[in-house]
């Protein structure tokens, strides 16, 4: 990976509801990727934005195929990484937890409360071991870069904030979303979690666009949460995430060596099973995500 050198980086595009292709990629070549923890959502559609490499992946598939929990993480995480991607962009639709965060604003996520409860959490399992640090589960300077785009190209964003991930598929009701308010949480999704965990155990810089659809239901000027009214919102947001990848993917290319914030050094220190107690074909199958540390 790119973390180690001088070589260009690769882009991951992980694209949520209504955000199942891309315009902006060139040389389009759509690749069906098996990796050690089975298929991803989708063939991984590999192409170029502005020079920069990039590698989309449609979340739910093309059409919509998997609700969330239904969604095998660990393996859209492993094919971006197989593929050689070095840093991850996120896009998602939420709800808004706070009156300030309207329908159609970008939220830059900083921070994250994973609610979620059916999935599987961790490439690490028993035979090898590691404890990743989450405390700051986003890279500030992938977030950096997205600001400044959506600001060069006017879309109304929010920058920091916390997402609240829970498991679904059923919206929330309204006790739950009293409650996540007085969290001070300011947005609600389905997807984001465990994909951030992963990504970090995986050394990809990751970042989350969550674009805000609804006032989910505490709103008292606002009625309960319809797939209708998601959807509308949803449409008018994908074209301004399109515009948002496009501007910023060739920034991200610019990039050489690792990440100054340690994103692409995260398991330098996590992998705690010792080298004699651990399982061969547990390693084998970790190969993608931790042959760099075990090579040194």
């Known amino acids: ?129 590691a404890h990743v640090s989450m405390a700051h589960p986003v890279c500030g300077r992938l977030g950096d870069r997205l600001e400044a785009a959506a600001r060069s190209i006017g879309i109304r964003y929010a920058r920091g904030g916390t997402y609240l991930a829970m498991e679904g598929p059923q919206f929330s009701t309204l006790a739950e979303s009293n409650l996540y308010r007085s969290w001070n949480c300011d947005v609600i999704g389905m997807t984001n979690m465990p994909e951030a965990k992963l990504a970090r155990e995986a050394e990809l810089c990751y970042a989350t666009v969550a674009m805000v659809t609804d006032y989910d239901c505490w709103h008292e000027g606002h009625g309960a949460v319809t797939v209708e009214q998601v959807v509308r919102v949803l449409l008018a947001n994908a074209d301004k995430a399109r515009n948002l990848v496009k501007e910023v993917t060739p920034t991200l290319g610019a990039h050489r060596g690792p990440c100054d914030r340690g994103c692409h050094h995260a398991l330098d220190s996590a992998l705690i099973t010792a080298p004699a107690a651990r399982d061969f074909e547990v390693v084998k199958k970790l190969a993608p995500i931790v042959g760099r540390v075990l090579a040194r």
């Open 1 to 129: 990976m790119d973390g180690q050198g001088g070589t260009a980086p690769a882009i991951g595009i992980i694209g949520g509801s209504g955000l199942y292709d891309m315009d902006a990629i060139a040389n389009k070549e759509w690749r069906k990727v098996t990796t050690p923890f089975g298929d991803p959502s989708d063939e991984l559609l590999l192409g170029e934005i502005g020079g920069t490499r990039v590698v989309f992946l449609p979340r739910h598939g093309r059409g919509h195929k998997y609700a969330p929990t239904d969604l095998n993480y660990r393996a859209n995480i492993c094919a971006l990484k197989m593929m050689g991607v070095t840093e991850v962009l996120s896009l998602s639709a939420c709800g808004s937890l706070q009156e300030s965060l309207s329908p159609g604003t970008f939220v830059i996520v900083d921070q994250f409360i994973d609610r979620t409860f059916a999935r599987v959490k961790s490439f690490f399992e028993k035979g090898l071991v």
